[in-house]
């Protein structure tokens, strides 16, 4: 893979991180904060951040006979207090760089646990250097890898390193963020005036920013104190997309006498190389040997989509993915054939390879999963990306396949990447590639409840539920229910209501994924009692026993990826000699915006009582400004799903 720009070397090049007042030196440790028992602005937090500070250094040497050069290097210290035996994970440390040709190096690591012995004593444990090794991720990146010794509730770990770099790879975004508090945070960028560096803030609170003119550099400190946690919220997309953090762009050079020379790179420039490279678009021109089975499936079918579904079926069935993400194929697809194993990058590029034989209208579509991030389109880059898989139209209709993904049908889009942002990679000078919404609103969450109980005079419901998990509400589910039905029952029924037995569970259509999951469910549940009085909801086995946003505040927005529906309908008889109190009242609720409707209707008669509930979400992600309408509606929502059926006896 070749990069366009600045593949150079420099003559000389040093960095130290700007001494600042309140970020002590290496080893230095106030006793204080060996003794601190919990964080002051978070009392919950099982570590804390004491301080965590980077520079990035970047140089440009003019040199008539190389060119422009130009070198980054990031020195970084990280200093941490374990206070909680969960904060234990802390102390495994984990840097990725891009190893390829050298262009990223990580030294002069130092790495020490500091204690306090029972005497008061401060105690210092350095990390052997034999320790601290290097593992290669792929053909491009490598991880540096170490764990801190002596480590325990109490424990400050801290460490220290240098990232040299060609061109711009020490020049990352910095995280001011993290899932414990920081207390501290700082990123410094020190340049040259000829080059041109922005940076953007993401996040919704306060940076401290300051710009210093240093002779012939610029200096830009950007700083974060009291940083709360980033702690999981229910629905987020990822948390690497709500982090606080600066994301820095090297612009262009400007030299005296000389047009301006933009740094800046663009998709079809991405995509041209692309195109171009041994491990990528290379090994979308091999000829994969063919199979005989194959073509025996193959040798008689010409509609379209039974192709896509054969070929999609057997790429799944045949090859192994050894959990390994990326959108290349570094060994080559040849030997992943042969081997029958792989990457995500070489099997989806191995179907591509075949869909594209068989005559179909594929491209590989680059994307970034759910876990890995949201993509930011306005930045050209392949880093972005962790995945590629096939993307393809029928009469119109797209299709997006990720064979390493065992459970997700032809028809329903991957759910690690619903509603996200897909490059399709083809030729410039064609109009199939750019950027594509990968959704499809006609594909739900679907999920059916039908219920038939009978309650006797001890006050023990006794029935059986039959339900009906369509789309992406069964391919949820499909995981679990390869762990076994003990497994699934407790995922799924015993943990989400107290007392709730399963007598028994039978699954039909768990090997055809073209239809819904059905689960028939006989159970059995004591309903609450007080004095003479009985009540019971007819919100079971539904998937919705619990509201999720009770939180009054909000950092993320809420990602569903999909539209959703569900429908429950229930019949309940109460014993002889038993009659229903006041029933709760039909109702219909609507979302100002209308994206969200829920309905309820009951009707009795006698010891029968027959109650229907519908709720539709239109929308498959609603913003954080959204948050306090939604948060009330589910307030409202769960109240009417959960209020009591009373019975008494006459």
């Known amino acids: 893979m070749k990069y366009p720009f600045f593949i150079l070397l420099l003559v000389s090049l040093c960095a130290n991180v700007t001494a600042q007042k309140d970020v002590p030196a290496f080893g230095k440790v106030d006793k204080a904060d060996l003794e601190m028992k919990e964080c002051a602005f978070d009392k919950e937090a099982e570590a804390l951040v004491l301080f965590d500070v980077g520079e990035v250094y970047c140089s440009l040497n003019l040199n008539s006979t190389t060119g422009n050069v130009l070198r980054s290097e990031l020195a970084r210290h990280v200093r941490i207090k374990i206070l909680k035996d969960k904060g234990l994970g802390q102390a495994d440390i984990k840097i990725r760089y891009y190893s390829d040709r050298n262009l990223e190096v990580i030294n002069n690591i130092t790495a020490q646990t500091i204690n306090l012995d029972d005497a008061g004593n401060i105690v210092y444990t350095k990390v052997d250097k034999k320790l601290i090794y290097n593992k290669k991720f792929n053909k491009r990146y490598s991880d540096v890898i170490f764990t801190f010794p002596e480590v325990k509730k109490g424990s400050i770990i801290e460490y220290k390193f240098v990232d040299n770099a060609d061109n711009l790879y020490a020049l990352k975004n910095w995280y001011f963020q993290n899932s414990v508090p920081v207390k501290l945070s700082r990123y410094t960028v020190n340049f040259p005036n000829e080059l041109i560096v922005s940076a953007t803030e993401q996040g919704g609170l306060r940076v401290e920013k300051k710009e210093d003119q240093q002779g012939y550099r610029n200096i830009k400190t950007y700083t974060m104190k009291e940083v709360p946690a980033l702690r999981d919220e229910a629905y987020i997309s990822c948390d690497e997309d709500y982090k606080q953090q600066i994301i820095p762009l090297m612009q262009a050079v400007e030299l005296v006498g000389q047009p301006r020379r933009n740094l800046i790179r663009t998709w079809p420039e991405i995509i041209k190389e692309l195109l171009k490279d041994e491990d990528f678009g290379m090994q979308l021109k091999k000829n994969i040997p063919r199979t005989a089975d194959l073509d025996v499936m193959l040798a008689k079918i010409t509609d379209p989509y039974k192709k896509m579904i054969i070929i999609h079926d057997y790429v799944k069935k045949n090859m192994q993915w050894n959990e390994y993400y990326g959108i290349w194929a570094f060994d080559g697809i040849k030997s ?54 096939a993307y393809v139209e029928i009469d119109k209709n797209i299709y997006v396949l990720d064979a390493t993904n065992k459970y997700t049908p032809p028809n329903l889009i991957p759910a690690d990447v619903l509603y996200s942002e897909g490059l399709v990679i083809e030729k410039i000078s064609t109009f199939d590639w750019g950027w594509k919404v990968l959704w499809n609103k006609d594909k739900l969450f679907q999920n059916t409840t039908m219920l038939m109980a009978t309650i006797d005079e001890k006050g023990v419901m006794k029935g059986v539920a039959n339900i009906f998990s369509a789309d992406y509400s069964r391919l949820e589910k499909m995981p679990a229910l390869k762990k076994g039905k003990q497994h699934f029952i407790e995922n799924y029924y015993t943990s989400k209501s107290t007392g709730l037995v399963i007598d028994s569970l039978s699954i039909e259509n768990e090997d055809v994924d073209s239809l819904p999951l059905k689960q028939r469910v006989d159970f059995n ?86 109650v229907r509930m519908q709720l539709e979400i239109k929308k498959p992600i609603y913003s954080v400004e959204e948050y306090p309408y939604f948060q009330e509606f589910y307030k409202k929502l769960f109240e009417m799903l959960n209020e009591q059926i009373v019975f008494k006896k006459k």
């Open 336 to 389: 992943a054939w042969k081997d029958k194993k792989g990457t995500s990058g070489e099997i989806n590029l191995i179907m591509v390879n075949l869909l594209k034989d068989a005559d179909l209208n594929v491209h590989p579509v680059l994307v970034s999963t759910r876990e890995n991030g949201r993509v930011n389109t306005g930045v050209a880059g392949v880093a972005q990306f962790n995945k590629v898989m």
């Open 525 to 610: 549940l004591k309903t609450n009692a007080s004095g003479d009085y009985h009540y019971f909801t007819a919100n079971l086995f539904t998937g919705l026993e619990k509201n999720p946003f009770i939180a009054d505040n909000r950092f993320s927005d809420i990602f569903f990826g999909y539209n959703q529906k569900y429908i429950v309908t229930g019949h309940f008889t109460i014993p002889e000699g038993y009659q229903f109190e006041e029933l709760p009242k039909n109702i219909r609720m609507i979302m100002p915006d209308t994206s969200v409707t829920f309905s309820r209707m009951m009707a009795a008669n006698d010891q029968e009582i027959s």
